[in-house]
């Protein structure tokens, strides 16, 4: 498996401001993806980060609100923007690194509280 | 509408005994994944099952697919106070392979107490 790095691992922020996490993983990957794990709840997907691509976004989530760069085949940003205390949540990183079963392997999360 | 059931959501069991943990889904899937997550933690495989039968087996887990039924368990066999800790089924609902299209159960949060 791989080793996937997250930054910040937590953060406190002000609405209205915007917050840029980052993802990096010490092994070129095709498919990266984003979660969101709203406080006890379990997980959501936001986005899949392909390197060359747009990232493709799920259902109820847009660009404009959580733009994700893929520069590489080992580092992807999220940027939470113009945050609320709605996006108060833990936000995960995976990547698929096993091509047989393609199984997610997680970062360890960013934990962001807006106030 | 895509729909991954957990059940129970709350288990909480006494050392050495066994139980069940049932995942329903709501549509053909080639692909069922296990996780667990401990209390702050990220998310840990535990079994991924691709075929109908398919049995997997780690310590005191084991976790089946049955595609037909669209029902995954994970049993826990003889608890201990270590496999304390949420545990989420997810299912590919990418139509003959993956995406990575994940859809996550609600988890189960088990406690087992001396």
């Known amino acids: 498996s791989a080793v996937i790095s997250q930054k910040p691992s937590r953060d406190i922020c002000q609405r209205g401001t915007s917050l840029t996490i980052q993802c990096q993983v010490d092994?070129?990957?095709?498919?990266m993806f984003w979660y969101r794990q709203q406080p006890g709840q379990s997980l959501t997907l936001i986005a899949t980060?392909?390197?060359?691509?747009?990232?493709?976004?799920e259902s109820g989530f847009v660009i404009d609100k959580f733009p994700i760069s893929r520069p590489n085949l080992t580092f992807s940003t999220l940027t939470v923007s113009n945050m609320s205390p709605e996006d108060s949540s833990i936000y995960l990183c995976s990547v698929e690194f096993d091509y047989f079963t393609d199984t997610q392997y997680f970062g360890p999360g960013t934990r962001l509280t807006v106030l | 509408e895509l729909k991954v059931e957990q059940n129970p959501l709350f288990l909480s069991m006494q050392e050495g005994k066994n139980y069940t943990i049932y995942c329903n889904y709501s549509t053909t899937s080639d692909r069922l994944y296990w996780y667990r997550q401990d209390p702050g933690k990220s998310l840990e495989s535990l079994f991924v099952?691709?075929?109908?039968?398919a049995v997997k087996q780690e310590g005191r887990l084991m976790a089946s697919l049955d595609t037909k039924a669209r029902l995954s368990t994970l049993h826990i066999t003889a608890a201990v106070h270590d496999l304390s800790a949420t545990y989420f089924c997810?299912?590919?609902?990418?139509?003959?392979?993956?995406?990575?299209?994940?859809?996550f159960g609600k988890g189960t949060k088990l406690s087992v107490k001396p």
């Open positions: 099952l691709l075929s109908n039968g």
């Open positions: 092994s070129q990957v095709t498919m």
């Open positions: 997810a299912v590919d609902m990418t139509p003959g392979g993956s995406q990575g299209n994940l859809i």
């Open positions: 980060a392909n390197q060359g691509s747009e990232a493709t976004y």
